[in-house]
């Protein structure tokens, strides 16, 4: 019999214990059984962070996938596993963890072979905020992705103690919990003067600011972009709250665990709601009142409030307390001998379907009365707006702009907390099923998702879009209808407490509010700038300066114009135009919130009508609106019947003439209209005026001083206007030079292209104001010799005299809008019993004391010159609306004899 070497055995076979038969004639009663060799698989399982895996198991496989044996790790994360010798497959397993990839292992006889592993974790791991100690109400799951959440209505100066909680976690290790206040999360409505954020573990001390230091002005954090402050109005009324003073902190939390799980989740916490600073409210808002000064002895009251109403007024001793309305019907509150009155109810929404052309359709019962009925035609020209579309894009654009978060501006009622109460958005859509998204983008517009929505969930696309509710408060409320009514058909907008003309009211969306109120880079007194308030209080209830000094004014007026009346305010309802309403040029002057038909809803586009300059200009686009204030509207003759011009060629009667200066030229000197001394020469229009939109191309989009909106971060330019001195050339020049490509966008602008050399446009400016100053001596000069050369002249302060020797020296002066002169004496005058040596005096009030008769009659050289230096002088460009105009009319003015 032969006999095997062992290890032959082994080497050969390899596996499994084996009967070996006898061979050669062998009768098999001879037979040796040998054990096949084996080896050892050991090694550690740990995580990413290097902690051990216990309880995960490991498996063996042989080549062809059977399994051999198994493993549990121990608390250490190590295993073992004895196994026969050859190639086998480990694999590691933990429900927690996601596997990592196999290990192909030889196993080796009698020896211990090392495979170890790393497991990622894999768990549901989870921080959500929950309720702890104070009213922090989260909203429906519904409404937000994961990973965020919105909290309303906490309270200006209150605290809120936020808590997370983590779910998910693998083993019961400490979890590292990381708060911040995202300054830089989305925009600058996040900003340090909202209040802060200390964390301590797993819960936040959350502390809001008082209102007064969020109305303060501040850097946007992200554009360095600086923010203007926001003054509460001395008047009675309620408050505005926009969206960038609302007072939201962004509260984030980062949760880690010790094996490299992280988790985080954002939450919008605000103090208050938006308030659009009407009397009209929706239920369940926290509505701020306004005493109007800082009278803390004046102690609000709430005198009347509807039927089953347990409202109350809450810090009545400060000038802004606040209620919650919580029945439809009529607040009244007293204070300082005044009501005020505030009506509150619910929402309704007007979309009711889409027209042919995709435009929303609205309820049959708001359109009878507002589709040219006896309030007018709103709908028709509002329904192709923007406004009136928004939403219907967003959700045709990407699910991620088709959330509450949108909904808060592009949705009637977008306030989640009191939702419930006034049939706002987020309850509607609840209870009708439809749920936002805010997952992820799609690549091809979804141009069947509006419809589908209108189709499928009606409830909630009546909510939809910006439409009447969403500027004008609820319609199911007393205050709908409540208009003081002229001839039975006409309401007056400038009472009803649905209506403000105030730039806050749109700034609730429109947050470019922050560049119109910077509009004030001249004086905020100098009335030199569209919002200056002081401005609108001693001008803007004047039916003749109220046409451009006020958004009331302005709106009355631009449709006087239209209708070619050029004189002063007629509109029946102007005498309701008060200080205590009166708003400065806000955007509701400019641009018709309902729509007209215009590009951007500006009032006047295209040609200017007539004006009470005496011309119009054709072809400026939205510049037209500017230039129907924009000019030197002293043009109407005194008994209304018709308008000339400061021309030679059209120069009207003396009697018509008077001694009022221009301001507000820049129209006259664009048009290159209104100057004496320039014979047939006129019109002169500028080169500029060929440029698509005029005014608004320059002083907007190609202005330099470029200011990003704080909305999403989509690039616009100023809503200053005024263009920075130190700027000019860099604006010129996104136009003027043979560097410019006309197919390439200069910072982002696309340009028209000029060619030729670049303008140097100091050069320009420097020019022109040294010819002012040459033009201004020349005509002081005239006038001290003419002055001095009378023995006394009357000065109507108080019937004063002063003697021609003691005046010292003369300068050209704007006395209230009108021509006259800066007088230096050499001894004293007493006026209006005080002794001056300077007094400033307006031709009309100047006389020779011996005859009586004016200094300077209304058509005399001295005044058409000095009607020019003024026309030049107060278009402020120095030459670059209109250079040639603007030399010319110097030149020819400095020709005279004064």
Request: hydrophobic share 35%; with cysteine.
């Given at each position: 019999?032969?006999?095997?070497?062992?290890?032959a055995?082994?080497?050969?076979?390899?596996?499994?214990?084996?009967?070996?038969?006898?061979?050669?004639?062998?009768?098999?009663?001879?037979?040796?059984?040998v054990?096949?060799?084996?080896?050892?698989?050991?090694?550690?399982?740990?995580?990413?962070?290097?902690?051990?895996?216990?309880?995960?198991?490991?498996?063996?496989?042989?080549?062809?996938?059977?399994?051999?044996?198994?493993?549990?790790?121990?608390?250490?994360?190590?295993?073992?596993?004895?196994?026969?010798?050859?190639?086998?497959?480990?694999?590691?397993?933990?429900?927690?963890?996601?596997?990592?990839?196999?290990?192909?292992?030889?196993?080796?006889?009698d020896?211990?072979v090392?495979?170890?592993?790393?497991?990622?974790?894999?768990?549901?791991?989870?921080?959500?905020?929950?309720?702890?100690?104070?009213?922090?109400?989260?909203?429906?799951?519904?409404?937000?992705?994961?990973?965020?959440?919105?909290?309303d209505?906490?309270g200006?100066?209150?605290?809120?103690?936020?808590?997370?909680?983590?779910?998910?976690?693998?083993?019961?290790m400490?979890?590292?919990?990381?708060?911040?206040?995202?300054?830089?999360?989305?925009?600058?409505?996040?900003?340090?003067?909202?209040?802060?954020?200390?964390?301590?573990?797993?819960?936040?001390?959350?502390?809001?600011?008082?209102?007064?230091?969020?109305?303060?002005?501040?850097?946007d954090?992200?554009?360095?972009?600086?923010?203007?402050?926001?003054?509460?109005?001395?008047?009675?009324?309620?408050?505005?709250?926009?969206?960038?003073?609302?007072?939201l902190?962004?509260?984030?939390?980062?949760?880690?665990?010790?094996?490299?799980?992280?988790?985080?989740?954002?939450?919008?916490?605000?103090?208050?709601?938006?308030?659009?600073?009407?009397?009209n409210?929706?239920?369940?808002?926290?509505?701020?009142?306004?005493?109007?000064?800082?009278?803390?002895?004046?102690?609000?009251?709430?005198?009347?409030?509807?039927?089953?109403?347990?409202?109350?007024?809450?810090?009545?001793?400060?000038?802004?307390?606040?209620?919650?309305?919580?029945?439809?019907?009529?607040?009244?509150?007293?204070?300082?001998?005044?009501?005020?009155?505030?009506?509150?109810?619910?929402?309704?929404g007007?979309?009711?379907?889409?027209?042919?052309?995709?435009?929303?359709?609205?309820?049959?019962?708001c359109?009878?009365?507002?589709?040219?009925?006896?309030?007018?035609?709103?709908?028709?020209?509002?329904?192709?707006?923007?406004?009136?579309?928004?939403?219907?894009?967003?959700?045709?654009?990407?699910?991620?702009?088709?959330?509450?978060?949108?909904g808060?501006?592009?949705?009637?009622g977008?306030?989640?907390?009191?939702?419930?109460?006034?049939?706002?958005l987020a309850?509607?859509?609840?209870?009708?099923?439809?749920?936002?998204?805010?997952?992820?983008?799609?690549?091809?517009?979804?141009?069947?998702?509006?419809?589908?929505?209108?189709?499928?969930?009606?409830?909630?696309?009546?909510?939809?879009n910006?439409?009447?509710?969403?500027?004008?408060?609820?319609?199911?409320?007393?205050?709908?209808?409540?208009?003081?009514?002229?001839?039975?058909?006409?309401?007056?907008?400038?009472?009803?407490?649905?209506?403000?003309?105030?730039?806050?009211?749109?700034?609730?969306?429109?947050?470019?509010?922050?560049?119109?109120?910077?509009?004030?880079?001249?004086?905020?007194?100098?009335g030199?700038s569209?919002?200056?308030?002081?401005?609108?209080?001693?001008?803007?209830?004047?039916?003749?300066?109220?046409?451009?000094?006020?958004?009331?004014?302005?709106?009355?007026?631009?449709?006087?114009?239209?209708?070619?009346?050029?004189?002063?305010?007629?509109?029946?309802?102007?005498?309701?135009?008060?200080?205590d309403?009166?708003?400065?040029?806000?955007?509701?002057?400019?641009?018709?919130?309902h729509?007209?038909?215009?590009?951007?809803?500006?009032?006047?586009?295209?040609?200017?009508?007539?004006?009470?300059?005496?011309?119009?200009?054709?072809?400026?686009?939205?510049?037209?609106?500017?230039?129907a204030?924009?000019?030197?509207?002293?043009?109407?003759?005194?008994d209304?019947?018709?308008?000339?011009?400061?021309?030679?060629?059209?120069?009207?009667?003396?009697?018509?003439?008077?001694?009022?200066?221009?301001?507000?030229?820049?129209?006259?000197?664009?048009?290159?209209?209104n100057?004496?001394?320039?014979?047939?020469?006129?019109?002169?229009?500028?080169?500029?005026?060929?440029?698509?939109?005029?005014?608004?191309?320059?002083?907007?989009?190609?202005?330099?001083?470029?200011?990003?909106?704080?909305?999403?971060?989509k690039?616009?330019?100023?809503?200053?206007?005024?263009?920075?001195?130190?700027?000019?050339?860099?604006?010129?020049?996104y136009?003027h030079?043979?560097?410019?490509?006309?197919?390439?966008?200069?910072?982002?602008?696309?340009?028209?292209?000029?060619?030729?050399?670049?303008?140097?446009?100091?050069?320009?400016?420097?020019?022109?104001?040294?010819?002012?100053?040459?033009?201004?001596?020349?005509?002081?000069?005239?006038?001290?010799s003419?002055?001095?050369?009378?023995?006394?002249?009357?000065?109507?302060?108080?019937?004063?005299?002063?003697?021609?020797?003691?005046?010292?020296?003369?300068?050209?002066?704007?006395?209230?809008?009108?021509?006259?002169?800066?007088?230096?004496l050499?001894?004293?005058?007493?006026?209006?019993?005080?002794?001056?040596?300077?007094?400033?005096?307006?031709l009309?009030?100047?006389?020779?004391?011996?005859?009586?008769?004016?200094?300077?009659?209304?058509?005399?050289?001295?005044?058409?010159?000095?009607?020019?230096?003024?026309?030049i002088n107060?278009?402020?460009?120095?030459?670059?609306?209109?250079?040639?105009?603007?030399?010319?009319?110097?030149?020819?003015?400095?020709?005279q004899?004064?």
């Amino acid at each position: 019999m032969r006999r095997f070497n062992k290890a032959a055995i082994v080497l050969a076979i390899g596996a499994t214990m084996t009967q070996l038969s006898g061979c050669g004639g062998d009768d098999g009663d001879n037979i040796t059984y040998v054990q096949a060799a084996e080896g050892t698989v050991s090694g550690v399982v740990q995580d990413a962070k290097g902690l051990p895996v216990p309880a995960a198991v490991v498996s063996a496989e042989d080549t062809g996938g059977a399994l051999l044996q198994t493993a549990t790790t121990d608390a250490n994360g190590a295993y073992s596993l004895t196994l026969p010798v050859g190639q086998v497959v480990l694999k590691v397993s933990n429900a927690s963890y996601s596997s990592p990839d196999a290990q192909n292992v030889g196993v080796l006889s009698d020896h211990t072979v090392s495979a170890n592993f790393t497991m990622d974790a894999a768990s549901q791991f989870l921080v959500q905020f929950t309720e702890q100690v104070d009213p922090i109400q989260p909203v429906n799951d519904s409404w937000t992705s994961p990973g965020w959440a919105v909290y309303d209505n906490q309270g200006y100066g209150t605290s809120a103690t936020v808590g997370a909680l983590v779910t998910g976690k693998i083993d019961d290790m400490p979890i590292e919990y990381t708060w911040e206040n995202r300054l830089n999360l989305w925009d600058s409505w996040h900003t340090e003067k909202a209040g802060t954020v200390e964390g301590d573990d797993d819960t936040a001390l959350v502390t809001f600011s008082e209102m007064m230091k969020n109305f303060e002005s501040r850097v946007d954090p992200i554009r360095g972009t600086e923010m203007a402050e926001y003054k509460i109005p001395d008047r009675l009324g309620p408050l505005t709250i926009s969206q960038d003073r609302r007072g939201l902190i962004a509260v984030r939390v980062q949760a880690n665990d010790a094996h490299g799980q992280q988790a985080s989740i954002h939450g919008e916490i605000h103090a208050t709601n938006r308030l659009l600073g009407i009397r009209n409210v929706a239920l369940g808002e926290r509505i701020y009142l306004n005493r109007g000064n800082d009278d803390d002895s004046q102690v609000w009251s709430m005198v009347s409030q509807p039927t089953g109403s347990t409202a109350e007024l809450v810090d009545a001793n400060s000038r802004t307390p606040y209620f919650f309305p919580d029945k439809t019907g009529e607040y009244d509150f007293v204070v300082n001998g005044q009501t005020l009155k505030i009506f509150a109810g619910k929402y309704m929404g007007v979309i009711t379907g889409i027209d042919e052309e995709g435009n929303p359709e609205s309820d049959a019962t708001c359109t009878t009365c507002h589709q040219g009925g006896v309030a007018g035609d709103q709908f028709t020209p509002w329904s192709t707006t923007m406004h009136a579309n928004i939403f219907r894009q967003d959700v045709a654009i990407s699910p991620a702009e088709e959330s509450m978060f949108c909904g808060q501006c592009h949705a009637v009622g977008g306030d989640i907390q009191s939702a419930p109460m006034n049939n706002g958005l987020a309850y509607v859509a609840e209870q009708e099923g439809y749920k936002f998204s805010r997952i992820e983008a799609l690549e091809n517009p979804r141009t069947d998702a509006w419809p589908d929505m209108v189709k499928n969930f009606p409830k909630t696309a009546r909510m939809m879009n910006i439409q009447c509710e969403s500027c004008h408060g609820p319609q199911n409320s007393p205050a709908h209808g409540m208009y003081d009514m002229v001839d039975g058909k006409t309401p007056n907008p400038f009472t009803s407490p649905r209506i403000s003309f105030s730039a806050e009211l749109c700034s609730n969306c429109h947050y470019e509010r922050i560049q119109w109120t910077a509009s004030k880079t001249v004086s905020p007194t100098s009335g030199e700038s569209h919002m200056n308030e002081q401005r609108a209080l001693e001008l803007g209830t004047d039916a003749d300066c109220g046409r451009c000094h006020s958004a009331q004014g302005f709106v009355a007026y631009e449709k006087q114009l239209q209708q070619g009346n050029v004189g002063k305010i007629d509109d029946p309802l102007w005498s309701s135009v008060t200080a205590d309403n009166v708003e400065p040029v806000t955007c509701t002057a400019c641009h018709d919130p309902h729509g007209n038909g215009n590009d951007l809803q500006v009032r006047i586009d295209g040609d200017t009508p007539d004006l009470p300059a005496g011309f119009n200009m054709p072809g400026v686009g939205q510049g037209a609106t500017c230039i129907a204030c924009h000019n030197t509207a002293q043009g109407v003759l005194s008994d209304n019947s018709g308008v000339w011009l400061h021309e030679d060629n059209d120069e009207p009667a003396p009697e018509q003439q008077n001694y009022n200066i221009a301001h507000g030229s820049q129209g006259d000197v664009f048009a290159g209209r209104n100057a004496w001394f320039m014979g047939n020469q006129l019109p002169m229009v500028a080169k500029h005026a060929v440029i698509d939109d005029s005014c608004v191309k320059c002083h907007q989009l190609y202005n330099p001083t470029i200011k990003d909106t704080p909305a999403f971060g989509k690039l616009t330019r100023t809503h200053q206007f005024w263009i920075d001195a130190d700027k000019l050339d860099q604006q010129c020049n996104y136009c003027h030079g043979s560097s410019i490509d006309p197919n390439t966008p200069v910072d982002g602008v696309e340009h028209n292209s000029v060619p030729g050399e670049a303008v140097d446009a100091g050069a320009i400016t420097a020019s022109v104001a040294a010819g002012l100053d040459n033009l201004a001596e020349k005509m002081q000069n005239a006038a001290f010799s003419r002055l001095t050369s009378f023995d006394s002249l009357v000065i109507n302060y108080g019937e004063a005299t002063v003697a021609g020797n003691q005046i010292s020296a003369v300068a050209l002066a704007n006395v209230g809008n009108k021509i006259g002169l800066k007088l230096t004496l050499s001894s004293p005058a007493v006026i209006g019993g005080e002794s001056v040596t300077e007094l400033t005096v307006s031709l009309d009030k100047l006389a020779d004391a011996a005859t009586g008769e004016a200094v300077y009659l209304p058509n005399s050289n001295f005044v058409k010159g000095a009607w020019n230096y003024f026309l030049i002088n107060n278009d402020r460009s120095q030459g670059i609306h209109n250079l040639s105009f603007s030399q010319a009319v110097i030149n020819n003015t400095v020709a005279q004899v004064f």
